[in-house]
């Protein structure tokens, strides 16, 4: 029999070590897809990471589409290069520079995409813990995106999540009911490699903080 003490006492290293470089190394993927399909258990075995995230109220309140149709992909890609070219009008200079520079989704590149919505509905009007922060409901989706990112990242596979969007029209594209609010767009596909460096680093557009500008004792103190 497998007492709790050895089932949730001190934690294997290897498995430690494992979890710890699964995010480090968890990277934002644009270029390096190759296009290879992903293996169906494959999968299966992301979208249950991302299934098994917690859950204000036990509500469960996210939906995964799945899509592969070549004319979606380019729909949506075309969707979003018009978006990217609206916020490069808005940058001058040496931002605007750098922006040109950077590749923002690898929607076709990937073959495979996966919309995350949000089901505010989710869980009956009344889910515990959302009385005093609604927000918790869609805080809840975003812990099952980065369930997904880590699985995914775990089997070797990228993942880049595009925000260059109108959510009316992806609501539309993937036919999302109007309760339902897609939260993101993830490319997901198999890689030649991920980055050691994050293209947003590696372009100059923003660089990573310190762990102690973030870190407050006690209370919130201006930096």
Not at 44 to 60: F, T
Not at 116 to 135: C, M, Q
Request: glycine share 8%.
């Amino acid at each position: 029999m497998i007492t709790t003490k050895k089932a949730f006492g001190t934690p294997n290293v290897g498995t430690v070590r494992d979890l710890y470089g699964t995010i480090f190394r968890r990277r934002d993927t644009r270029r390096e897809f190759t296009g290879a399909p992903v293996a169906p258990d494959v999968l299966e075995r992301i979208l249950m990471a991302a299934h098994a995230a917690p859950s204000v109220g036990m509500s469960q309140p996210w939906d995964f589409v799945v899509v592969r149709s070549p004319r979606t992909l380019v729909s949506f890609r075309n969707h979003v290069t018009q978006e990217r070219d609206a916020f490069a009008r808005m940058l001058t200079g040496e931002r605007a520079e750098k922006f040109s520079r950077i590749k923002i989704e690898g929607i076709c590149e990937s073959r495979l995409g996966i919309v995350v919505g949000y089901d505010s509905t989710r869980g009956g009007p009344k889910v515990l813990g959302r009385h005093a922060i609604d927000d918790a409901g869609l805080y809840s989706v975003v812990c099952a995106i980065q369930n997904l990112w880590l699985a995914a990242t775990a089997e070797g596979l990228g993942v880049g999540w595009v925000s260059f969007y109108r959510e009316p029209f992806l609501r539309s594209l993937v036919g999302m009911p109007d309760h339902v609010r897609p939260v993101a767009w993830l490319c997901v596909g198999c890689v030649a490699e991920l980055p050691d460096v994050p293209d947003l680093e590696r372009y100059g557009w923003r660089d990573r903080s310190t762990l102690q500008s973030v870190v407050h004792e006690e209370r919130y103190t201006p930096r």
